[in-house]
Each structure stands twice: as structure tokens, then as C-alpha cells.
Nanobody, 129 residues
Framework: QVQLVESGGGAVPAGGTLRLACVAE????????VGWFRQAPGKEREGISC????????FYQDSVKGRFTVSRDNAKNAVYLQMDHLNLEDSGKYFC??????????????????????WGVGTPVTVSP
């Protein structure tokens, strides 16, 4: 059974840093594009980043561009999201997901989100003033 497991969330002050991990169980993650999403209370889940499998090209939502970095470690069967300069609007639950394709949809829009096949259960991030 395909499983994605996120970790690394927590509570940090504004301006702080977190590194989220998404580890795959029962399949090899390096062959697939992996997306990161977040959901704030009362809001829709939104795509914030994605990494291709073919060339590790990366894509970011404008609100996180320059602050977040997505990467892979194939030896650990994992994808990471490095989050720097966190602000209050970054609070929410963070999920990784995949749809068994090799390339990301650069727009990271709702259509792409709704096509995801496998989701982790998420890890919470709380940024305080």
C-alpha cells in the first residue's frame, strides 16, 4: 500500500525556519513528481511547491518563492521542504502528495491539486508573532 508520511512541523516564531520531510513507504519516490500543499483553518488546500522526477525542476507559489526550497534525497526515499523566513500566513497543515506523473503542473492550481492520487496525513506548522 502506497503511503506518504510527513514530518518536521512545529511551532516557530515569525522569521523562523522549519524543514519538512515527506517519506514514501512501499514505493520508490524518485520516479514521480511530488507536490507540497498547505491548508490554513477555514481555507482551501493550496499547492505551494512541486519537484519533477526527471530533472528535479522545482516550482513555487508566488507567496513562498525565495523563502521555501523543495529538494529530494533519493537514498532516503524522501522529499524535503525547507521553509525560511516564515510569516504568520504560513501557518497551517502541510501535506505532500503525488499523482504518479513525472512532471509537475507549474501553475500548482486547484485542478492539479484535485488530480493528486496519494496524500500524506499532514504535519502542522504554527508561526507566532
Amino acid at each position: 500500500q502506497v503511503q506518504l508520511v510527513e514530518s518536521g512541523g512545529g511551532a516557530v516564531p515569525a522569521g523562523g525556519t522549519l524543514r519538512l520531510a515527506c517519506v514514501a513507504e512501499h514505493f520508490t519516490l524518485r520516479y514521480w513528481a511530488v507536490g507540497w500543499f498547505r491548508q490554513a483553518p477555514g481555507k482551501e488546500r493550496e499547492g505551494i511547491s512541486c519537484i519533477n522526477s526527471r530533472d528535479d525542476s522545482t516550482f513555487y507559489q508566488d507567496s513562498v518563492k525565495g523563502r521555501f526550497t523543495v529538494s529530494r534525497d533519493n537514498a532516503k526515499n524522501a522529499v524535503y521542504l525547507q521553509m525560511d523566513h516564515l510569516n504568520l500566513e504560513d501557518s497551517g497543515k502541510y501535506f505532500c502528495a503525488m499523482d504518479q506523473t513525472e512532471v509537475c503542473q507549474p501553475k500548482l492550481d486547484a485542478t492539479w491539486r484535485d488530480g493528486m492520487t496519494y496524500w500524506g496525513v499532514g504535519t502542522p506548522v504554527t508561526v507566532s508573532p
